[in-house]
């Protein structure tokens, strides 16, 4: 029984949950701070929060390689069925389904979700995980949203947050979200993969521990947390 979390930069994470493995919004080959490439990475699943390319890169060569189900939202789905690929599980905000290794509900974002070619890529999302009796939120690119006190009320073991500002929430919201998401744990990304979005990220992990009852979970690229 365990859940081993990845970080490979920017949004971009591998979850091991008893050895079936999720990607979440992979983003290797054109990532300027990842250190591995699309091409040795591991899937069972992959989950994407939205359609933009930082977050969809990779999806399409893993997904062909790997076999894995494609989860997101219906038009992402459908899109990458367009593609020719058509393995997916197609959700929407606010639904949950059991799948084989846990629980995913789709949860809001407010963000863009525009595919590469300029598709409709629906409204973005954010993952709400229930895996092993734990409860994972993986936000997506978000602005802060007061409705992440309804989220924050299954009891968050872990919170993925965007804190680069510019595109998302920034340091100073991302403080304001763990005000309604009260998890035990929150992992920061989506910052310093280019100077826009630039973040001191231990100055603002000092202030989640002066700040808040949540300890900040300061992930190196390829580093691993367990949950
Ligand atoms: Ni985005
Ligand atoms: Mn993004």
């Not at 979850?15 to 899937?43: E, H, M, Q, Y």
């Not at 084989?100 to 598709?119: C, E, N, Q």
Request: one cysteine or more.
């Amino acid at each position: 029984m365990s859940i081993n979390i990845t970080w490979h930069g920017h949004s971009t994470y591998s979850l091991d949950i008893n050895g079936t493995k999720l990607v979440v919004d992979p983003f290797f080959d054109g990532n300027p701070v990842a250190k591995r490439k699309a091409d040795s990475v591991a899937a069972d699943y992959v989950l994407l929060t939205h359609g933009h390319g930082d977050h969809i890169a990779d999806a399409l060569p893993i997904a062909r390689r790997t076999g894995a189900t494609i989860i997101s939202n219906f038009e992402i789905v459908n899109w990458f069925g367009s593609k020719g690929y058509d393995k997916g599980h197609g959700q929407h905000i606010g639904g949950g389904f059991q799948h084989p290794f846990g629980h995913v509900k789709m949860t809001i974002a407010f963000h863009g979700s525009a595919l590469p070619d300029g598709s409709n890529g629906g409204n973005p999302g954010g993952f709400l995980l229930t895996v092993e009796g734990k409860k994972i939120y993986i936000a997506g690119d978000t602005a802060l949203y007061s409705d992440m006190a309804l989220v924050g009320r299954a009891g968050l073991d872990v919170a993925i947050l965007p804190v680069g500002d510019n595109y998302t929430m920034g340091p100073d919201d991302a403080l304001l979200a763990l005000d309604y998401l009260k998890p035990k744990v929150v992992i920061p990304c989506h910052y310093n993969t280019w100077p826009v979005i630039a973040v001191d990220i231990e100055a603002w992990a000092q202030r989640v521990r002066q700040e808040t009852d949540c300890h900040p979970e300061i992930m190196a690229v390829e580093g691993s947390f367990a949950v």
